[in-house]
């Protein structure tokens, strides 16, 4: 393939995303072939260079851009990542990054520019599906993670206001901007801080909202009892929804904070404790029959192990026994039921 023979219409079209069936196809076999990355290269930088040119101001304002780069990233569906001609398009990408970005901001500047203030009123969200964490950054430059059947969203001038809404837990890493508080808004509560690092769950299906401070400073307030908390590092608070009251303690944070890193973490934990984070760790519903669960306690972490490995574990360990109820049953509102998981204290 030379230089002449490539259809570079096909690919200007590829990009501006008003392409044919048949010009992704000849796109994938352009992207996979390696003999044609120079002349693919070719092509592009000078489209790139042609618009910087003729259409890019200096002083145009290119924030929006940001955003739509944080929705794509953060949003991008699992199937698209694991198709063969995007792994092979993103790897042959980083080869010539560091002299096509700045053209291809400009480029996408041209195209989006005129929907900006569009795009800062609307909403991006972020979802992370059952069994699965997804690791975030937010438009300014705060990271953190997604933890399983959870979803966040904020509006697209969100590095002017710093307001999200979570369902589900997250871990946060705040970048520090004096100026403009950050701010995490569930049903029950909403957590305000300027820089700091810190893990919120706030599942709609639990009794109780848990916050636990990792670092720095932040403050809790209660939409429903305009009750108001300000917590320290290694904090643990618990807002109960029933009652409306906020209750706390000091805790090794970094158990709290562990499935950020796939391990699930249990030091000297209550079997009600217990259940509910393994509910939330394999999207499964857990339930207890007996009493003097406060006696029952765990030391473990479990790194990988998949749920029957860790029932057996908890049976061998615990004073308790287990039966497993098959979910997977359509129900009125044509969602699917989970798993069942049922603990039954032993008799001693």
């Known amino acids: 393939m030379t230089i002449n023979s490539l259809d570079s219409e096909k690919v200007y079209r590829f990009f501006k995303g008003d392409h044919s069936s048949e010009d992704y196809e000849y796109l994938k076999k352009v992207f996979c072939d390696n003999a044609s990355e120079n002349e693919l290269k070719y092509h592009l930088k000078k489209h790139w260079y042609e618009l910087l040119k003729e259409n890019i101001k200096p002083d145009k304002n290119l924030d929006h851009i940001l955003y739509r780069i944080h929705y794509e990233l953060n949003t991008e569906k699992p199937e698209f990542r694991k198709d063969r001609f995007f792994k092979k398009f993103v790897k042959w990408s980083v080869r010539i990054a560091a002299i096509l970005f700045i053209p291809l901001l400009a480029w996408t500047g041209i195209l989006f520019n005129k929907d900006s203030n569009k795009s800062k009123n609307s909403w991006i969200e972020i979802k992370a ?10 438009p300014d430059g705060s990271t953190g993670w997604l933890n399983s059947s959870s979803s966040l969203r904020y509006k697209g001038d969100f590095i002017n206001n710093r307001s999200l809404t979570l369902s589900g837990e997250a871990f946060f890493d705040v970048r520090e901007i004096t100026k403009i508080p950050f701010v995490v808004n569930t049903n029950q509560i909403n957590v305000t801080v300027s820089g700091t690092r810190f893990n919120i769950a706030s599942y709609e299906n639990e009794n109780s909202v848990e916050v636990v401070l990792e670092e720095g400073q932040l403050v809790l307030n209660s939409n429903e009892s305009n009750k108001s908390y300000t917590m320290s590092a290694n904090d643990l608070v ?5 009652i409306k009251e906020f209750s706390t303690k000091v ?27 393994l509910g939330r760790w394999y999207n499964v519903d857990v339930e207890i029959n007996g009493d003097h669960l406060e006696n029952v306690r765990l030391r473990a972490t479990f790194v990988d192990e998949n749920l029957e490995e860790v029932l057996y574990f908890l049976k061998c360990s615990l004073p308790i026994d287990y039966k497993t109820m098959a979910g997977g049953l359509m129900v009125d509102d044509e969602t699917y039921t989970k798993k069942k998981i049922i603990f039954t204290m032993k008799k001693i």
């Open 129 to 138: 599906p059952a069994f699965s964490r997804v690791q975030f950054s937010l």
């Open 238 to 242: 618990v807002y109960d929804k029933t």
């Open 251 to 277: 805790v090794q944070s970094q158990k709290y904070l562990s499935w950020t890193e796939g391990k699930l973490v249990f030091r000297n934990d209550p079997l009600d404790v217990i259940a509910r984070r």
